[in-house]
Nanobody
Framework: VQLQASGGGLVQPGGSLRLSCTAS????????IAWFRQAPGKEREAVSY??????YYSDSVKGRFTISRDKAKRTVYLQMNNVQPDDTAVYYC?????????????????????WGQGTQVTVSS
């Protein structure tokens, strides 16, 4: 499956942004999507995950970001509210075929089969 991430841009601290990840095809077996991000000079980190039965968030975004999906549009969204300069990064979406990941596994990059190209989010005044 090919993934297209979009929606990044420049936003002021405290503002909001919504990222989209659209899949080229949809099968229920592929419908586990995660968002990762990579800030300059840092390792890529997991941000959020959604499957048919679970959603997970990293502690750094919990309460501020919300992941959701629209199956008809083959799209997963990441609503980012109250963004902060530390949220500045390239955001990637990734897809996984198969069963829902447990909470200890969703952050592992090797669990995902396909990756999007990334969209830049810059939080600055």
């Amino acid at each position: 499956v090919q993934l297209q991430a979009s929606g990044g841009g420049l936003v002021q601290p405290g503002g909001s942004l919504r990222l989209s990840c659209t899949a080229s095809e949809f099968t229920s077996s592929y419908y586990n999507i995660a968002w990762f991000r990579q800030a300059p000079g840092k390792e890529r980190e997991a941000v959020s995950y959604i499957s048919d039965s679970r959603t997970y968030y990293s502690d750094s975004v919990k309460g501020r970001f919300t992941i959701s999906r629209d199956k008809a549009k083959r799209t997963v969204y990441l609503q980012m509210n109250n963004v902060q300069p530390d949220d500045t990064a390239v955001y990637y979406c990734a897809a996984r075929r198969g069963f829902t990941l447990i909470v200890s596994a969703w952050r592992q990059e090797e669990q995902y089969d396909s990756w999007g190209q990334g969209t830049q989010v810059t939080v600055s005044s």
